[in-house]
C-alpha cells in the first residue's frame, strides 16, 4: 500500500482520532486500516446509526466516517443527530454512486464532506486533509510524503 | 510491501467471511419473496444486501462480482422490479452466481458465466413500466444562466448592506461519479463564508451537471473564497468573479422564461425525480423504514470476536489437563486420609478442593460454551435447500424449523451438515408423496418436513422427520435378502427396528431408479459413519403411512465425557455413561445359549450379552460365578457387556489417539487418569456392530474376548475347545 505521510491534530501533534461507522464488518476493516496507514488512530467502530451516536458521545473523534445503507438507523439520520448535538462533528459520508440523493441529504444536514465507495485511499486522505483544515498536520518528519 | 499483502489477505479472508453471511441473507429473502411477492420492503433488503455486496468486493478488487452485483442493485431500484413475479428467482440465481464466483475467485479458479444472470436482471428493466432510464447522460456542459428577478434583487440588499458579491464558478472534477453531492459540497463551503444568494443548478436539482455557479454574498477576498472552493477530488477548477456595483452586470441577465426552459432542459435525462421537488428526504424516509428488516449478521456482528478454533481447543485441552490434576489431588488425598485417619487438615484439603472442583466445572462449562454454536446456523441453509430440490422432485413441500436456538459444539455441527442433509434430500425425495398420492390417501396435499433440535440431558437430539408414506419394511427385507446382508430365515426373527438399520449399511438403497436428489447407493451409510465417529447414534422412528422420523443422538461435546470405568483383564476401559442403561449382576448360571449367542434373562427381556474378556470358564463351580454386566443401549438395542470389574464413574478428558496407535475401530480415545493411568475409550457402536455381524459358525462358540489380544485370544480359546457346553 501507499505510504501517506502522517497526519496529525495541530493542536497537540496527536494522531488523528476517527469514528468509523458501516454496517460491513469488512468495510469497517478496511478502511481502519486505511486511516491507520494515515497515522491516525481508530476511536470506535458502529455498525448502525444508533451506535454511532452513543459511540461519538463516548470517544468524540475528530472524524467520523460514516456510511449511508444501515440497520436500526440511516447514516443521514446519525449524521444529523450528531452534527445537532456536536456542531463542530466532522462527518465525512461514505457510500457508492447510487445513493447520491442520501449523500446530498447529509451535506445539507452537517456532514462536511463525502467520499465513493469503493474507497480509494489517496481520495480519502485529501478528503481528510481537507476536513480537518486548520486542525490537521501533515507531518512531515515521516520519510516519503505524498 | 509483503505486510501490505498480508493484510490484504487477511481482508480478503474477511471478505469471503461476511460474503457469506450475505449470500445467506440473500437466500433467507429471497424465499420470503417468494412468499410474499411484490413486498417492496424485502426488495429493499435485497437490495441492500446486493449492495453490501457491490461494495466489499469492490473494495478487495473482485471487479467481476462488483459489477454483477452493481447491475442487479440498480435493476432493484426500479419499481417494475419489485413487483416482478420472477424476482425472486432472479435473487436465487444471483445467489448462485454470486456463490460459484467467491468459490471461483477463491481458488484462483476461471470464472462463472454471468451472462444467465445479466439476462435476468435486462429482462427486469425491459419490462414495461420501468421507469428508469438506466444510464444518465453524460454531463451537461458549462453554462451560465440567468438570475431570476428574486435573486437579483437579494444580489443588490447584500450589496447595500457592505457585502461583497461574487459570482463563483466551479467545475466538478470528472473522475468525480457524484456531482450533485460535489455541488452540494461547494454550496456548503461557500456558505461557510457567507449567504449563497443562488445557485446554478439549484440546490437539490437532480441535474447531473459538473459545473455550478452561485451568487455569494461574504465579506471575505476573492482569493479566500476561491481558496476554500477548492475541495480536493471534487472540484478541478473554481472562478471567483467580484460583481461589480450593481446587479446590472450580472452574467446573462434573462427573462424568468429562459430560466425555466434552461432547467426543464437539464432536468430531462432524470425524469424519474421532477426537478421541482425535493428530491433527498422522500427515499431517506423510506429507506429509514426498512432498517427494521435489519439483517441477523449485521447485529450479531458488533460484540463478536473472531478467533481460531484452535486456539479454544487449546484452551480446552488445558483446562483438560487441569481436570486431570483434580483428580490426582483427589487420589491423594484419599490416600492421605487412609494413612492420617484422623488429622484435622484432611477437612481443609477437603473444602478447598470442592471448591477447587466447582471453580473447575464452571471454567470448563464456560471454555465449552465458547465452542457452542445455535443450530441456526446449519438450519438457515436449509430452507433454500428444501425448495430446490422439492421443485426438481415436483412436489410441494413445507419446511418447519424448531429449536434452532439450541446450542452444540461447533464440531460436531459441522460434522452432522452433510448426513443431514442427506436425510432431508431423502425425506423430500422418497419420503414425501407427490401431491396427488397425498390426496389419495387422505392427507394435504402439501407435505411437511421438520427439521428440529432439543437438549435430552447430555445429549442433543437433532430430528428429521416427514410425514410422507414410511419406509417400506418388506422392501428393505427383500433387498437386504438380495444384498446377502441377512438370510431369509434370519430376517423373520428381526423386530423392525432391526430391519430398518439395514438402510445404513454400505450399498444399501432401494431407490428403484438413480436420481441427481437422492438414491445413489451412497448416503445412508455415511450418516451412519459419521455419528460413529461422533459417538452419537441414529435410530428411525416410522409409522408406515404417517412418515418417517430420523434421530441423530449426539453429545454435547467431543472433548469431555461422562464415563463408566471397568475392568476386562486387568486393563482399564470406559464407555460413555449416557449409554450405560444399568448395572446387572448376575451369576454365570443366568446365562443361556440362544443359537450361538449367550443371553441373559432380565426381568422380562432377554438380554443379547457380548463377553468382552475370557470367555465362559469351565471350572466346574461355574454357575456360582458373579457376572458383571453393563446394560447399554445403542440406538434402540439393548446389549449387555460381560466385565470383570467395575472401576467407577469419572469425567474423562478424550485425547484423541492417532490412526497408528491402534489398529482397531473399537476404541475411539484414550484418557489418562487421576493416578496417571491409561484408561481407552470403547466405541460402542462399532462394538456391538462387530458382535451382531459376526456369526458363530459352530455350535456354543460363542462371543468373547474382543478386547483381548490375538494371542489371548487364541490361548483361551484352545482351553475353551475342550468342553463347552
Known sequence: MEQFAPVKRSKDGQPVRYLIVDDSVFARKNLARMVESFGGHLAGEAGDGLTAITEYDRTHPDIVLMDITMPQMEGIEAAERIVQSHPDARIVMVSSVGYQENIVAALQRGARHFVQKPVKPEVLYEVIKYVLGDDGAVATAAGAGV | ?725
Open chain 2, 1 to 725: 510491501m509483503s505486510q501490505s499483502d498480508d493484510r490484504m489477505a487477511e481482508l480478503r479472508e474477511l471478505f469471503f467471511e461476511s460474503a457469506q453471511e450475505l449470500l445467506q441473507a440473500l437466500n433467507d429473502e429471497a424465499l420470503k419473496l417468494e412468499k410474499h411477492p411484490g413486498d417492496s420492503e424485502i426488495v429493499r433488503t435485497l437490495r441492500r444486501i446486493v449492495h453490501t455486496l457491490k461494495g466489499d468486493a469492490a473494495a478487495c478488487g473482485y471487479r467481476e462480482l462488483s459489477e454483477v452485483a452493481h447491475e442487479l442493485e440498480d435493476a432493484l431500484a426500479l419499481e417494475s422490479a419489485a413487483a416482478h413475479a420472477s424476482l425472486a428467482e432472479v435473487a436465487f440465481t444471483a445467489a448462485d452466481l454470486f456463490s460459484a464466483m467467491l468459490a471461483a475467485y477463491r481458488k484462483r479458479a476461471k470464472l462463472p458465466s454471468r451472462d444467465p444472470l445479466r439476462k435476468m436482471v435486462k429482462k427486469l428493466a425491459q419490462e414495461p413500466g420501468a421507469k428508469q432510464s438506466g444510464r444518465r447522460k453524460a454531463a451537461v456542459t458549462a453554462k451560465t444562466l440567468g438570475w431570476t428577478e428574486y435573486e437579483k434583487l437579494a444580489v443588490q440588499k447584500a450589496q447595500e448592506g457592505g457585502n461583497f458579491v461574487y459570482h463563483v464558478q466551479a467545475q466538478i472534477d470528472p473522475h468525480c461519479a457524484m456531482p450533485i453531492a460535489a455541488r452540494q459540497l461547494v454550496q456548503n463551503a461557500l456558505a461557510g463564508m457567507g449567504e449563497v444568494l443562488a445557485a446554478r443548478p439549484e440546490a437539490g436539482s437532480s441535474a447531473p451537471t459538473k459545473s455550478a455557479e452561485f451568487l455569494l454574498a461574504t465579506d471575505k477576498s476573492c482569493e479566500e473564497v476561491s481558496g476554500k472552493c477548492q475541495i480536493p477530488t471534487i472540484v478541478a477548477s473554481v472562478k471567483a468573479e467580484l460583481l461589480p456595483g450593481g446587479v446590472a452586470t450580472a452574467p446573462k441577465r434573462a427573462a424568468r422564461k429562459t430560466v425555466k426552459a434552461a432547467e426543464a432542459e437539464i432536468a430531462s435525462p432524470a425524469p424519474e425525480i421532477p426537478a421541482v421537488e425535493e428530491p433527498a428526504p422522500a427515499p431517506v424516509a423510506e429507506e429509514t423504514v426498512s432498517e427494521n428488516t435489519a439483517q441477523p449478521h449485521t447485529t450479531l456482528a458488533e460484540n463478536i470476536l473472531r478467533v481460531d478454533a484452535e486456539r479454544i481447543d487449546s484452551v480446552l485441552n488445558l483446562v483438560g489437563e487441569l481436570i486431570i490434576g483434580k483428580s490426582m489431588l483427589q487420589q491423594a488425598l484419599n490416600e492421605f486420609s487412609k494413612v492420617y485417619p484422623k488429622e484435622a487438615l484432611r477437612g481443609k484439603f477437603a473444602d478447598a478442593m470442592a471448591f477447587q472442583a466447582r471453580v473447575l466445572n464452571d471454567l470448563q462449562r464456560s471454555v465449552m460454551k465458547i465452542r457452542m454454536v445455535p443450530v441456526e446456523q446449519l438450519f438457515r441453509r436449509f430452507p433454500r435447500m428444501v425448495r430446490d430440490v422439492a421443485r426438481q422432485c415436483g412436489k410441494d413441500v413445507e419446511l418447519v424449523l424448531t429449536g434452532q436456538d439450541t446450542d452444540l459444539d461447533k464440531s460436531i455441527l459441522d460434522a452432522i451438515a452433510e448426513p443431514l442433509t442427506h436425510l432431508v434430500r431423502n425425506a423430500i425425495g422418497h419420503g414425501l408423496e407427490s401431491a396427488g398420492e397425498r390426496q389419495k390417501a387422505g392427507k394435504s396435499t402439501r407435505g411437511t418436513l421438520r427439521l428440529g433440535a432439543y437438549h435430552q440431558g447430555n445429549q442433543v437430539i437433532v430430528e428429521v422427520s416427514d410425514d410422507g408414506r414410511g419406509m417400506d419394511v418388506n422392501r428393505i427385507k427383500a433387498k437386504a435378502i438380495q444384498l446377502g446382508m441377512v438370510t431369509a430365515e434370519d430376517v423373520a426373527r428381526l423386530s423392525e427396528a432391526e430391519i430398518l438399520d439395514f438402510v445404513f449399511r454400505p450399498g444399501f438403497s432401494t431407490a428403484e431408479e438413480v436420481t441427481e436428489v437422492s438414491g445413489r447407493g451412497v448416503g445412508m451409510d455415511v450418516v451412519q459413519s459419521v455419528m460413529h465417529r461422533l459417538k452419537g447414534t441414529v435410530h428411525i422412528d416410522m409409522h408406515a403411512g404417517q412418515g418417517t422420523t430420523f434421530r441423530l443422538k449426539l453429545p454435547l461435546t467431543l472433548a469431555i465425557i461422562k464415563a463408566l470405568l471397568f475392568q476386562v483383564q486387568q486393563r482399564l476401559y470406559a464407555i460413555p455413561l449416557n449409554a450405560v442403561v444399568e448395572i446387572a449382576r448376575t451369576h454365570e448360571s443366568e446365562v443361556h445359549q440362544v443359537d450361538h449367542y449367550e443371553v441373559l434373562q432380565l426381568r422380562n427381556q432377554v438380554l443379547p450379552l457380548v463377553r468382552l474378556g475370557r470367555p465362559r470358564s469351565n471350572d466346574p463351580e461355574r454357575g456360582a460365578n458373579k457376572l458383571f454386566v453393563l446394560v447399554t443401549s445403542v440406538g434402540e438395542r439393548k446389549f449387555g457387556l460381560i466385565v470383570d470389574g467395575l472401576e467407577g464413574e469419572e469425567e474423562l478428558v478424550i485425547k484423541a489417539l492417532d490412526d497408528h496407535a491402534v489398529s482397531t475401530d473399537l476404541v475411539s480415545g484414550a484418557s489418562i487418569l487421576g493416578d496417571g493411568r491409561v484408561v481407552l475409550i470403547l466405541n460402542l457402536s462399532t462394538v456391538v456392530e462387530h458382535f451382531a455381524r459376526s456369526r458363530p459358525e459352530e455350535a456354543g462358540a460363542v462371543n468373547f474376548g474382543m478386547l483381548l489380544s490375538q494371542a489371548d485370544r487364541a490361548q483361551l480359546s484352545r482351553n475353551a475347545a475342550g468342553g463347552v457346553s
